[in-house]
C-alpha cells in the first residue's frame, strides 16, 4: 500500500494519503476536494549489509538542527565520504 503525497490547489495545503487500490481517490483532510496534484516522492536511500548506499551517504549522528554536524554536512546527507 503505497503512501503519496498531494497538494491541494482549493487550501494550498501538502498532505500524505494512503492509496490501497488504483480505484481510491484521496481527498485533502483539510477541505475534503479530491482534485489534487500528485507530488514527486523521494525515497529514503537504502542500506545493506549495515553500511550507508555509496551514491547516497547518510549521517549516521543524530541530527541536530541544519544536519548532523560534519563539515559540509546538511539536511542528512554528508559532503564527505565515510
Known amino acids: 500500500m503505497p503512501l503519496y503525497e498531494y497538494h491541494c490547489d482549493a487550501c494550498d495545503r501538502d498532505f500524505e494519503a494512503l492509496v490501497r487500490s488504483a480505484g481510491d481517490t484521496p481527498r485533502c483532510p483539510s477541505c475534503g476536494a479530491s ?3 500528485k507530488q ?3 525515497p ?3 542500506r545493506s549489509n549495515g553500511s550507508a548506499s555509496a551514491s547516497l551517504p547518510v549521517c549516521d549522528a543524530p541530527m541536530p538542527a541544519g544536519g548532523c554536524g560534519s563539515m559540509g554536512c546538511g539536511g542528512g546527507f554528508c559532503a564527505m565520504d565515510n
Open 40 to 42: 514527486f516522492s523521494v
Open 44 to 46: 529514503a536511500s537504502a
Open 35 to 37: 482534485e489534487l496534484t
